[in-house]
C-alpha cells in the first residue's frame, strides 16, 4: 500500500487544492478505508467561504480535509479491531463522541462537547481523499443492495429519518417540508414512506421535486391555505423558523434541522399559544442504521438526488457554487477519478 495519497485539502477560505498527503495507518480501534464514493454538503461549503461558525468557537481550523458522507471498503485494520472488518463495504457516523462523558454514556455521543467530527471538528481528516481512517466503533456494514452511491447517502439520509420520525407524521397526516435542498427532499421521502401526504415548499422552479413524485410542491405564493399537522424547516433561511410555527396546525409539529447563517427569531407566545412541540435535529447518528434498511428495502431511494460523480480536482468548483450534471441537489466525488 503506498505511503501517500491524493487529498482535497481546504488551507483557507476559497484556498485550496488537491495533494499529495500522506496516507493514513491504522492506529488501535482504527480501520483504514478506501473511500469509493464521498458527498459535498452545505457545511463543506461554509468551510469553503469562511463562515463555518467552528471556525470562529476554535473547533476546526484550516488546513483541513472535508468530507463526512462517504462509502468505502475497508483494507487495514488496528490493532484489537476484529479482523472480520478487512474487505467489508461500509459507512461511518459522522460524530465520534469520547464513549467517556456522560452524554455519551446515555447514548447521545452525536452531542458529547469533546466530540470529533469526521472532515469538519476536532481535526479528523474526512473523505475527500483516496482513504481514510476511523473508528472500529463508528463503522455500519453496507448489504449489497446498498452500493456506494446510497452509501455516501446514508449520513443525509440519517438527519432525514430522524427530521421525519421527529415530526410524527403518518396516515392521515399532512406535512409540509420547507427547503427542497438534499436534507429537505429526503425528509419528504422518509415522510412519504410513513405514509403521510407531503407537501414541498421552496424557492424557484417545483419541477424537480415534481419529478420525485411531490405533486403538492409549492411556492410562498402559491402555497394552498391548508392545515399542515407537522412542518420540517430544511433551509438556511432565518425567517423560516417563525414561518414554520405560523403554518403548522395547533397541537402540530415543528422540526428544525436547517441553520441559518444568522440568529432566528422566534416568538415563543406562538409555540405556547398554539400547543405546538417544537424539535431540533442535530446529527443523524441514531438513524444510520434505520436508513441502511430503509436504502436496502427500496423504501426510500434517493439515488435521482445525485447531479453527478466528479474527480477531486473538481471538488473547489463544486464548492465555488458551479452547478455539474443534472437538476439533483447533490454532487458524489469519486476520489480515484
Not at 480535509?65 to 479491531?81: C, D, F, I, K, M
Given at each position: 500500500m503506498s505511503s501517500t495519497m491524493r487529498a482535497f485539502v481546504l488551507t483557507g477560505p476559497r484556498e485550496c487544492a488537491v495533494q499529495e498527503v500522506p496516507a493514513p495507518r491504522a492506529v488501535a480501534g482504527e480501520v483504514v478505508v478506501d473511500v469509493d464514493r464521498a458527498g459535498v454538503c452545505g457545511t463543506d461549503v461554509e468551510f469553503f467561504t469562511g463562515e463555518m461558525t467552528y471556525l470562529h468557537q476554535g473547533h476546526s481550523a484550516y488546513p483541513m480535509r472535508l468530507g463526512h458522507e462517504w462509502a468505502g471498503t475497508v483494507t487495514e485494520v488496528g490493532a484489537g479491531v476484529d479482523p472480520g472488518w478487512l474487505g467489508r463495504r461500509v459507512m461511518g457516523d459522522t460524530m465520534l463522541g469520547d464513549r467517556t462523558c456522560r452524554r455519551?454514556?446515555?447514548?447521545?455521543?452525536?452531542?458529547?462537547?469533546?466530540?470529533?467530527?469526521?472532515?469538519?471538528?476536532?481535526?479528523?481528516?474526512?473523505?475527500?481523499?483516496?482513504?481514510?481512517?476511523?473508528?472500529?466503533?463508528?463503522?455500519?456494514?453496507?448489504?449489497?443492495?446498498?452500493?456506494?452511491?446510497?452509501?455516501?447517502?446514508?449520513?443525509?439520509?440519517?438527519?432525514?429519518?430522524?427530521?421525519?420520525?421527529?415530526?410524527?407524521?403518518?396516515?392521515?397526516?399532512?406535512?409540509?417540508?420547507?427547503?427542497?435542498?438534499?436534507?429537505?427532499?429526503?425528509?419528504?421521502?422518509?415522510?412519504?414512506?410513513?405514509?403521510?401526504?407531503?407537501?414541498?415548499?421552496?424557492?424557484?422552479?417545483?419541477?424537480?421535486?415534481?419529478?420525485?413524485?411531490?405533486?403538492?410542491?409549492?411556492?410562498?405564493?402559491?402555497?394552498?391555505?391548508?392545515?399542515?399537522?407537522?412542518?420540517?424547516?430544511?433551509?438556511?433561511?432565518?425567517?423560516?423558523?417563525?414561518?414554520?410555527?405560523?403554518?403548522?396546525?395547533?397541537?402540530?409539529?415543528?422540526?428544525?434541522?436547517?441553520?441559518?447563517?444568522?440568529?432566528?427569531?422566534?416568538?415563543t407566545r406562538a409555540l405556547v399559544l398554539k400547543d405546538v412541540t417544537a424539535v431540533g435535529v442535530l446529527s443523524g447518528s441514531p438513524g444510520l442504521a434505520e436508513t441502511i434498511a430503509a436504502y436496502a428495502s427500496g423504501a426510500v431511494d434517493p439515488r435521482p438526488l445525485v447531479a453527478a460523480t466528479v474527480g477531486l480536482g473538481e471538488v473547489g468548483a463544486v464548492l465555488a457554487g458551479a452547478r455539474i450534471g443534472g437538476a439533483g441537489p447533490k454532487v458524489h466525488i469519486d476520489p480515484r477519478r
Amino acid at each position: 500500500m503506498s505511503s501517500t495519497m491524493r487529498a482535497f485539502v481546504l488551507t483557507g477560505p476559497r484556498e485550496c487544492a488537491v495533494q499529495e498527503v500522506p496516507a493514513p495507518r491504522a492506529v488501535a480501534g482504527e480501520v483504514v478505508v478506501d473511500v469509493d464514493r464521498a458527498g459535498v454538503c452545505g457545511t463543506d461549503v461554509e468551510f469553503f467561504t469562511g463562515e463555518m461558525t467552528y471556525l470562529h468557537q476554535g473547533h476546526s481550523a484550516y488546513p483541513m480535509r472535508l468530507g463526512h458522507e462517504w462509502a468505502g471498503t475497508v483494507t487495514e485494520v488496528g490493532a484489537g479491531v476484529d479482523p472480520g472488518w478487512l474487505g467489508r463495504r461500509v459507512m461511518g457516523d459522522t460524530m465520534l463522541g469520547d464513549r467517556t462523558c456522560r452524554r455519551c454514556r446515555r447514548g447521545h455521543q452525536h452531542t458529547c462537547e469533546r466530540r470529533q467530527e469526521v472532515g469538519i471538528r476536532g481535526g479528523r481528516a474526512g473523505a475527500l481523499a483516496e482513504r481514510l481512517a476511523v473508528p472500529a466503533w463508528s463503522l455500519h456494514a453496507l448489504p449489497d443492495a446498498v452500493d456506494a452511491v446510497l452509501g455516501a447517502l446514508v449520513e443525509p439520509g440519517g438527519n432525514a429519518l430522524r427530521a421525519a420520525r421527529a415530526a410524527g407524521a403518518g396516515p392521515g397526516d399532512r406535512a409540509l417540508v420547507l427547503g427542497p435542498g438534499t436534507i429537505g427532499l429526503l425528509t419528504a421521502m422518509f415522510l412519504r414512506a410513513a405514509g403521510a401526504e407531503v407537501h414541498v415548499l421552496g424557492l424557484g422552479s417545483p419541477d424537480f421535486a415534481r419529478g420525485l413524485g411531490f405533486a403538492d410542491t409549492w411556492t410562498r405564493e402559491t402555497l394552498p391555505d391548508l392545515p399542515f399537522d407537522a412542518v420540517v424547516d430544511a433551509t438556511g433561511a432565518a425567517g423560516s423558523p417563525a414561518l414554520a410555527v405560523e403554518l403548522v396546525e395547533p397541537a402540530g409539529r415543528v422540526v428544525y434541522i436547517g441553520l441559518s447563517g444568522q440568529p432566528s427569531r422566534l416568538d415563543t407566545r406562538a409555540l405556547v399559544l398554539k400547543d405546538v412541540t417544537a424539535v431540533g435535529v442535530l446529527s443523524g447518528s441514531p438513524g444510520l442504521a434505520e436508513t441502511i434498511a430503509a436504502y436496502a428495502s427500496g423504501a426510500v431511494d434517493p439515488r435521482p438526488l445525485v447531479a453527478a460523480t466528479v474527480g477531486l480536482g473538481e471538488v473547489g468548483a463544486v464548492l465555488a457554487g458551479a452547478r455539474i450534471g443534472g437538476a439533483g441537489p447533490k454532487v458524489h466525488i469519486d476520489p480515484r477519478r
